[in-house]
């Protein structure tokens, strides 16, 4: 509760000081103002009137709010409840340096373009929303997820029995933005060797689309195979890279329904002893290690691979 009332808190704060602060300065404001400065400097090459200005202002804020209030709605998950945190207070740090930094360009300026913005003024908002989020999310990690009550699934292996449990998840929405990568690449690869791509497309598009191809293709598919003393992870479509956890690290292993707003979204999630896997929501195969750590990793049939994890711990592994 008591978060709850802060994040409210916090977000009047920054929404009124988002709309009263152009209010107060608006005789010395120009008409329109500069809003937007192009990646040619410190020349602004957009401008809005003031009350564009503050509707779009409010609207951002109330928008990235809900979000991320509805990301940390599942409070009784540290992970949700920092991401949540750190999200929160950081974007309101950046929205509102960005606000000082738009007021302070034009104020008593003639027109909206003699708004020069200073090239310390961007580094100056991200790092403060980057030390205002670290410090967020760490006054908020509450105390650590308490370790499920249900019951650990173990199999009944004879003496010397063998067994292997194998299971794989795909993501069919990464599956297709890594094809449309992957197309775009080729396409502009061959505009490139023929010489008819257009000037200025290459070098602008290109890394944006292959950086997405490779993130796509690390994390499209995840597989988890169990045999013997090891667990191995596979990432991508070929089930590489791999990472390999030896059974002599793992104290125990269950199944758990978890959501991406939960971990914090999708892909690799996670802070130190306490990382997720995320492809889907729903079912997880959660591993303890002995050390105290936790890892979840969203695959299917995970109850069964979590028997024979235990199986293999309480027949093959010394305590």
Same mark, same amino acid.
């Given at each position: 509760?008591r ?14 000081? /988002? ?13 329109p ?12 090459? &957009? ?7 503050l ?20 409070? #009784? ?6 991401? @949540? ?9 950046? /929205?509102? &340096? ?9 104020? #008593?300026?003639a ?6 913005l ?17 410090? +967020? ?5 509450g105390?650590? #997820? $308490?370790?499920?009550s ?39 690869? +061959? ?7 257009? *000037? ?15 993130? *796509? ?5 995840? @597989?988890?195979?169990v ?22 690290k ?5 199944? $758990?329904t978890?959501?991406? *707003?939960?971990? &914090? ?8 002893? @306490? ?10 195969l ?13 695959? #299917?049939?995970?109850?069964? *691979? ?9 027949e093959?592994?010394?305590?």
């Amino acid at each position: 509760m008591r978060a709850r009332v802060v994040a409210v808190v916090w977000w009047l704060f920054v929404a009124a000081a /988002l709309l009263l602060a152009p209010l107060a300065l608006r005789d010395r404001l120009p008409d329109p103002l500069a809003t937007h400065w192009g990646t040619s400097g410190s020349v602004p090459d &957009g401008s809005s009137s003031l009350t564009g200005y503050l509707i779009t202002t409010q609207l951002l804020w109330a928008g990235l709010c809900l979000v991320f209030l509805l990301l940390g709605r599942a409070r #009784d998950r540290r992970a949700a409840r920092m991401t @949540s945190a750190a999200c929160v207070w950081a974007l309101g740090v950046l /929205l509102l &340096g960005a606000g000082a930094s738009t007021l302070a360009v034009n104020l #008593d300026a003639a027109t909206w373009r003699d708004a020069l913005l200073p090239g310390w003024h961007i580094p100056l908002a991200i790092a403060a929303a980057a030390v205002a989020g670290a410090l +967020a999310a760490y006054l908020s990690r509450g105390a650590p #997820d $308490e370790q499920s009550s249900a019951a650990r699934p173990v199999l009944r292996l004879r003496p010397g029995q063998r067994a292997v449990w194998v299971s794989r998840v795909v993501n069919p929405w990464l599956a297709a933005a890594s094809a449309m990568a992957l197309l775009f690449t080729a396409v502009t690869a +061959a505009l490139t060797l023929t010489g008819t791509a257009p *000037g200025g497309f290459v070098p602008v598009l290109l890394p944006g689309f292959v950086i997405l191809l490779l993130a *796509g293709l690390a994390t499209v598919a995840v @597989s988890v195979r169990v045999r013997d003393d090891l667990i191995t992870i596979g990432f991508g479509p070929f089930g590489w890279p791999a990472r390999r956890i030896p059974l002599a690290k793992v104290e125990s292993a269950w199944s $758990e329904t978890r959501q991406p *707003g939960e971990v &914090g979204g999708w892909g690799f999630r996670g802070l130190p002893g @306490s990382a997720t896997i995320m492809l889907r929501g729903g079912e997880c195969l959660v591993l303890r290690y002995r050390s105290g750590g936790r890892l979840a990793i969203s695959i #299917d049939d995970a109850e069964r *691979g979590a028997s024979l994890i235990n199986a293999l711990i309480s027949e093959r592994v010394p305590s």
